[in-house]
């Protein structure tokens, strides 16, 4: 336990705990799709699947505002730079989903023009298979996510 | 007054008698194979006195290792009619050797074929004289080879990748 109720109302906790908690309760993911995988993931999204209950159904599309990355779809090298941008640009800490098989290793696009795996240009946390992947899947990267946050959080500055 | 397809393709065979140096026909698709040098004056007769008014495709052929000359063009194009028949489809081909891979742009004819035309030279590195914008259309404006062309491997990533990494370097400037 890193926290404990003190009495009378007081909570005694460490800064790394507190902030590394409301981290994870409020990923705000930048929605970065190109393909088929970014229907899924807008499903995620919404009612049925409903990733508000996680705390992330904020998307923000300015790179500025969020801390979660979800690259969802084929990319290619001339998105590559696009997408290394739009990551750079992105507050720290951060972190990366790839969510589907073209993102994870190209997929079924073995081509000149498609990169095989974001992994080449992006630091990537947690991978998501399928093609596309269930929202559920997605919504398992997120509580990975959320796990990996709790567990190693990222230094305050 | 009736259009039928026969009738069309009939007149433009007998108009450029000298032009046309080979058709064929299957299931009802006419082929003409138009000779390069009187291309443009064929596609101006094509819209201007046949009324073919809409392009629906441009694309070319690499026929390396399999036929000489190695490189064909393939235009089509549409005539709209009242009626459904009256609705008219001609593929013309025009082949180009090895050495001289330039053909007439026939955007200023048609301006829609302009991106048609920009990807074939992206794709098979096709020159089209009297384009007014000849730049590549889908891949980098930096990269050298043409996917499409046989002697390309399709799996080289190579090129794609410099023009990224070039990109990247230049982007954070």
Known sequence: MNSSLGGDGFLTTTINYIANWGRKNSLWPMP??????????????????????FGAEVARFSPRQADLMIVSGTI???LASVCRRIYDQMPNPKWVIAMG??????????????????????????YVGGCPPRPE?????????QKK??????PII | ???????????????????IYKTYSFRDETTLFVKKESFLKFCRSLKQDFKFTYVIDITAVDYLDIRVPRYEMVYLFH??????????????KVELEDSDITIDSITPIWSGANWLEREVLDMFGIEFRGHPDPRRILMPEDYKPHPLRKDFDVRNRQPSKESFEKELKEGFE
């Open chain 1, 32 to 53: 970065f799709g190109t393909a088929c995988c970014a229907i899924e993931m807008m499903g995620a999204f919404a009612s049925r699947y409903d990733i508000s209950r």
């Open chain 2, 79 to 92: 005539r709209f009619g009242d009626d459904y028949d009256e609705n008219i489809r001609i593929r013309i």
């Open chain 1, 137 to 145: 899947a997605l919504i398992d990267a997120i509580m990975k996510i």
């Open chain 2, 1 to 19: 007054m009736s259009v039928d397809s026969d009738s069309v393709i009939g007149s433009i065979r007998s108009q450029f008698e000298s032009s």
């Open chain 1, 76 to 78: 290619t090298y001339k």
């Open chain 1, 101 to 126: 098989s073209c993102t994870c290793g190209g997929g079924p696009f073995d081509s000149y023009a498609v990169v095989q795996g974001i992994d080449e240009f992006l630091p990537v946390d947690v």
């Open chain 1, 149 to 154: 946050i709790e567990n190693e959080g990222a």
